[in-house]
């Protein structure tokens, strides 16, 4: 099995498991180079804390996609040198109980994790008669499609954070100047964009340079609550494909509800002070954090789940969030709360 940016080769792959035991999942590792931007930020010691819980258990391991931050390593030496107890600890568990992975958009070389690792990998899983498992970027309007350029993209951005620290969303949790700025820019941006293609349209062209301002206006969406625009994407995947549930990953926004007849399940991720992982036991889905014990049930999902996010642009969200001389009002109170 070989990977191509277009689509992985073996793309509709899919695998089937009973639900005789309990299952853990785990996604969106990002397992980097161990310098300051390997978003995993070091819980190698917390990681194999739960893989032992795993084999306690007697459960199954299922790790949900985007395991290595290839865009970010360069190379799988770096991650070795960087976290290569974990990966053997992993590999162990894959000789001894199986270890089941469903590949996700940073994942360049599938048959790595084959060949090298002895994961069972494939693009869905099905346990019993209607749990669907997928990494979730088939529901992103922007990355599922365009995965090569997206690969790209994101090489762009972890150069970027090399240099200059974290450029990431959402705002209020990396409120720094550089991610200050980029907001800023994105901004003036949008402000150009939206000038071209007003032009474009008078001269009778539409459709040119609309890409650029539904991208503006995703990545928007993605801050105010639906991170990657794909939650209700999924949901409406989810009833497609007959599935009373769904598990994915690639949000890293953990939590667990119900809407039209769908179960939806995000493990979250484990990247900066992130260890979320969803359990089933045969009857019960629950999304924890392995550091602090909390659970996660559909708090974070209430704003996506009121739809007002599908309609929002980046007009709406600059005139209610920006307060002037770099300031954001969402940021600004979580700041004066938390101090």
Request: hydrophobic residues 40%; charged residues 25%.
């Amino acid at each position: 099995m070989s990977w191509s940016w277009s689509q992985p080769v073996e793309a509709s792959h899919e695998k089937r498991i009973a639900a005789d035991r309990p299952v853990y999942f785990i996604s969106d590792l990002h397992l980097g180079d161990g310098s300051r931007s390997d978003i995993f930020m070091r819980k190698d010691k917390a990681l194999l804390d739960l893989l032992a819980r795993v084999r306690d258990d007697g459960a199954r391991l299922v790790i949900v996609g985007d395991a290595i931050d290839f865009h970010q390593a360069w190379s799988l030496t770096n991650v070795l040198r960087a976290h290569g107890p974990l990966l053997r600890a992993l590999s162990e568990l894959a000789d001894k109980s199986g270890v089941i992975y469903i590949y996700g958009n940073h994942d360049v070389d599938i048959a790595l994790f084959h060949e090298l690792f002895r994961w069972d990998v494939c693009s869905t899983l099905r346990i019993g008669p209607d749990i669907v498992v997928q990494h979730g970027h088939q529901f992103d309007p922007f990355i599922g499609p365009e995965l090569r350029s997206s690969g790209f993209m994101t090489r762009i951005h972890h150069a970027l954070e090399h240099v200059v620290g974290w450029v990431r969303m959402p705002l209020h949790e990396f409120y720094t100047p550089a991610n200050r700025a980029v907001y800023w820019s994105m901004h003036k941006l949008w402000l150009y964009v939206r000038a071209r293609n007003k032009l474009f349209r008078r001269l009778g062209l539409p459709r040119f340079g609309k890409a650029t301002e539904d991208w503006i206006n995703y990545w928007v969406r993605s801050e105010s609550g639906d991170p990657m625009s794909m939650f209700w994407p999924a949901v409406a995947g989810a009833r497609k494909a007959g599935a009373s549930t769904l598990v994915c990953g690639h949000a890293h926004m953990p939590g667990v509800l119900e809407t039209e007849g769908v179960r939806y399940v995000n493990t979250g991720s484990w990247t900066f002070g992130h260890a979320q992982y969803a359990m089933f036991d045969g009857d019960r889905f629950a999304v924890r954090d392995w550091l602090t014990g909390r659970e996660y049930g559909d708090e974070l999902y209430r704003t996506a789940l009121e739809r007002e996010l599908v309609d929002i642009t980046m007009d709406r969200w600059w005139a209610n969030q920006y307060l002037g001389w770099f300031r954001f009002r969402g940021a600004e109170l979580r700041r004066q709360v938390s101090g």
